[in-house]
């Protein structure tokens, strides 16, 4: 059936039939002057007519057709009349009613009122009536109101309280294209009827159609008219009632009340719904669950829109005192007698008390001037006295304890008002949970529970009932778990992160494997199976599957999850960045851990649990780093929300801080660790540092470089970290210095004052060299303390330096200490070089300072990192320059006075036999048990580094050397001679060595040789032959003293091959 357009059809041509019987009972009368007193023996055609369309609709719309009838004759009635022809044919073209209108006779607002009395359609009455226009609104309800009070019958006082309960329940703003033009042709009915011949613009219809307060207002006055044929008590409860609630909610409750809790909602749902249970004379008794639910609903969701005045208040105040004395007495016999608790009796009792609590809170809290308090205080103390009379009607009204249950399920399943706050009460529910009712419910709308707090309230029902003495099958729980589940997996990754938060929160490490692992099906299989196409998939495009994959096995076990994870991220050869961009996806996993190391983050447990300090080869260690980074700065892929799970602090404090010490194996990592939080920080706008303590991490660092200066004295298994990482530890030094100091500003100034002198205090207590690279951190708060000979060989001034006695620095040891001060940096070196007091006018001075310099250097040359060498190594090159260096050339690897400019390379020849008389000093008697094997070790590495540097700079000085542009100054033999002194030396060192240290050493030789094989080519003339073969003669009688065997006879091929 077309319930759309209002045109003629079978149901309009059943309507007309009703009223043409209704016309012809009435003749000679016409129907527009029927009476009350006529309708009962005129109106049964037309109320059988509706009753026809109502039930042939009834397997399809019935309520929508009864709605459209009554439309059709109100429009009816709302008609001008007589109507003109002009009016006629503008209706014709313009009146939506006007076919259908035509098929009814005329008739009046009698016929109206009785017809809607007559199918107790109070519910489509107020319907229909805030539809129309304001003005026709009032008027169409004084004229209801003049109905009901002529010859005013039970039925017609039935009706009316009726129709003011449903007033009052009446919501607004309904979407209804038939209200439209309902309203659209009432307004166009009483244009006059020139307006009516020209079309007037559209009707815009304005929010507020009908404002209710004069309304309730007219219908208490229609209560006062009518009070006297109010005879039953089931009448004059409904009126009190009706009367209570409308003071309540459109007087005393706040302009914005709070909506009642879900449980109190649901409470009150299954009140009304129990009475009228009870009740056979309900009207709704019969209905079906949902129909019930519908409707108390309406019934106990009654809200304000607006306030009554202040005058129809305190009318209504007054009334309800006058009421309660004159009918108070007999209401309370029959609430207190043995007839039971009908829906009229448990409503007054429910209103009352309603208003009660409100009428107290409004006497607390308004002021009023004495007059209107005393009339408030008189109703409220009489509402108080009826209701401790008759308070057995209440505490009996739970008397049906499963209907709750059904009801929440009613209104999920039919989307009722506040089906959501339903579906929490539903999931949280331990009693109801696995009833089949409650499994049916949750099967058959699924799609609601999509939401994080509900998978988590189910998760927790689940885990509460499945560990409790009920007997639950363990098909239904592993049923109602993958539904859980499934629900999970279609949320969004943010809502996910939601739950997975509330199940570590809740279950921890373990999440739902703690209570449910036998109810998941296949876990394990899972997790291999997603672990293995990872490790096939690991791109970008593959991501948001790989996370939606991991989102399942992280929520039912996050500690497996996890640690599969980081094992992978290290073992797995590329695959740490792709790992840590689908960890990062999850920010829940920053859980921290209630057991244990409450400042321990969960990943970070994980990976000390999983993965730290179990490395196997650099390449592990390297994707940890990289692995570790990426979860700090998260790449951010598209479509896909990811967060830092690490924060530098927690890095350092957990991986970095605890194993600063040399004799702790994962030293070095901590390192490279520390670095690089503190590079991939340096972008970071908040000075995380604070919270780290900086200043007992500097001095962490310290203690790291004081055990350095005791080095080869540890025994090796103290030696956990290289000399080649004290660089590191100084660079570190450095950076943290310089962060710290760009943020003093964050301290307060006392506290800045007092951790300065803290840190200096602790670094007083170690190697004074450890103080001094802190010079710029104390500058202008302390001194730099050096040993007292330091001032013997330098200019100091007081002002910056100051002396203290040191252990092991007597007399003649300033030049150690000097040297020592330019291993510190690039600045200090040349600081110190300039503070340099040697008198070059005077032979001996100079000749003692080459000396002590040399015994300096072979006194500090051993502890010296990388770098410390090489600032050792520019200084020596600054000091031969400046001629302060003197180093005698001896002639001990020279078979034949050369006649060469040897002056370009003279630098380079006093380097090399400067460290050919280190290396004899180092291995001398009393200096040969210094060093255990990996400290000679250490001297070869930085002794080829320096020769290294020496070839670079030879083989510079040959090829782009001024003296290179021009012919007869070619530098060839010269460089080859140079070679051949170089050559010397390192086999000369390489004999006074053990075997197992030289082979640095052994490949340097075979470089030199190259060397000098490639330049000799160049110079093939018969002048130069003679001096070839007796060099090579040369070469091979110094290689012969060389040992093992294999590498001596490499040596003596390579130079047969020249």
Sequence with gaps: MDLGPLNICEEMTILHGGFLLAEQLFRPKVLAELTKSDWEHVGRPIVEALQEISSAAAHSQPFAWKKKALIIIWAKVLQPYPATPSDTDTRWQEDVFFSVGNMIPTINHTILFELLKSLEASGLFIQLLMALPTTICRSELERFLEHMTVDTSSKDVAFFLDVWWEM??????????????????????????????????????????????????????????????IQCPGMKCCALANLADMLTVFALVEDDPQEVSATVYLDKLAAVISVWNSDTQNPYHQQALAEKVKEAERDVSLNSL??????????????????????????????????????????????????????????????????????????????????????????????????????????????????????????????????????????????????????????????????????????????????????????????????????????????????????????????????????????????????????????????????????????????????????????????????????????????????????????????????????????????????????????????????LMLDIEVVDLSLKLFIQTLEASACLEEYWLQTCSPFPLIFSLCQLLDSYS????????????????????????????????????????????????????????LDWTVGLRLKNFFEGHFKCEVPATLFEICKLSEDEWTSQAHPGYGPGTGLLAWMECCCISSTICEQMLSLLVVDLGNPEEVRLFSKGFLVALVQVMPWCSPQEWKYLHQLTRRLLEKQLLHVPYSLEYIQFVPLLNLKPFAQELQLSVLFLRVFQFLCSQSCQNWLPVEGWGHVVKLLCGSLTSLLDSVRLIQS???????????????????????????????AMLHQEVCEPLYVLALEILTCYETLSKTNPSISNLLQKVNEQRFLKSIAENISPEERRQTLLQKISNF
């Design 168 to 229: 009052m329940k009446h919501k607004g703003n309904q979407q209804d294209p038939l209200l439209s033009q309902f309203r659209t042709m009432a307004h166009k009915y009483l244009s006059s009827a020139d307006e009516f011949s020209h079309p007037p613009k559209r009707f815009k219809s304005d929010p507020d159609v009908c404002p209710t307060m004069p309304l309730l207002a007219m219908l208490l006055n229609g209560l006062k008219q009518i009070q006297n044929n």
């Design 306 to 659: 607006a306030k009554l005045p202040s005058e129809t208040l305190f009318v209504g105040f007054e009334y309800m005192h006058s009421l309660l004395r004159e009918w108070g007495d007999e209401l309370q016999a029959m609430l207190n007698s043995s007839q039971g608790t009908n829906y009229d009796s448990y409503r007054l009792c429910d209103s009352l008390t309603t208003f009660s609590q409100n009428l107290k809170l409004y006497l607390d809290t308004i002021s009023l001037p004495k007059e209107e308090r005393q009339v408030v205080s008189e109703v409220a103390e009489c509402v108080r006295g009826f209701l401790r009379k008759t308070s057995r009607v209440l505490k009996s009204k739970g008397f049906e304890k499963d209907i709750t249950a059904s009801i929440a399920m009613a209104i999920i399943e039919q989307k009722m008002d506040r089906h959501m706050e339903m579906c929490y009460i539903f999931a949280s529910e331990k009693k109801w949970a696995f009833s089949d009712e409650w499994l049916a419910c949750l099967v058959n709308n699924k799609s609601l529970f999509r939401e994080p707090g509900l998978v988590l309230k189910l998760l927790e029902t689940v885990m509460e009932v499945s560990t409790s003495e009920r007997a639950i099958p363990e098909s239904q729980l592993k049923q109602v778990v993958s539904l859980i589940l499934e629900c999970y997996a279609d949320l969004s990754l943010p809502d996910k992160n939601k739950v997975l938060s509330g199940v570590l929160l809740s279950w921890g490490r373990k999440g739902l494997s703690e209570k449910l692992l036998a109810y998941l099906e296949g876990f394990q299989e899972d997790l291999n199976t997603t672990f293995n196409q990872l490790t096939q998939s690991a791109s970008e495009q593959g991501l948001a599957k790989a996370v939606a994959s991991v989102a399942r096995l992280v929520i039912v076990h996050p500690e497996i999850t996890v640690k599969k994870m980081c094992s992978m991220a290290v073992l797995s050869l590329g695959t740490h960045k792709f790992l840590a961009q689908i960890l990062s996806a999850f920010p829940a996993l920053r859980f921290t851990e209630p057991v244990s190391n409450p400042a321990s983050t969960f990943v970070v447990s994980c990976l000390k649990e999983t993965v730290w300090g179990k490395f196997s080869t650099p390449k592990e260690e390297k994707q940890f780093l990289e692995f570790l980074s990426c979860l700090m700065s998260p790449v951010k892929p598209q479509g896909i929300p990811v967060a830092a799970l690490l924060e530098p602090d927690e890095v350092l404090k957990e991986f970095v801080l605890p194993f």
């Design 710 to 765: 005791k080095y080869w004295q540890l025994p090796k298994e103290k030696r956990c970290l290289s000399l080649d990482g004290k660089d590191l530890v100084i660079h570190i030094l450095e950076l943290l210095c310089e962060i710290v100091l760009a943020n003093t500003e964050t301290f307060p100034p006392d506290t800045w004052t007092k951790s300065l002198s803290w840190l200096h205090r602790k670094v007083e207590q």
């Design 960 to 990: 782009v050397g001024p003296w290179a542009q021009r012919q007869e100054q070619d530098l060839t033999q010269e460089t080859l001679f140079v070679y051949t002194q170089m050559f010397c030396h390192v086999l000369h060192i390489m």
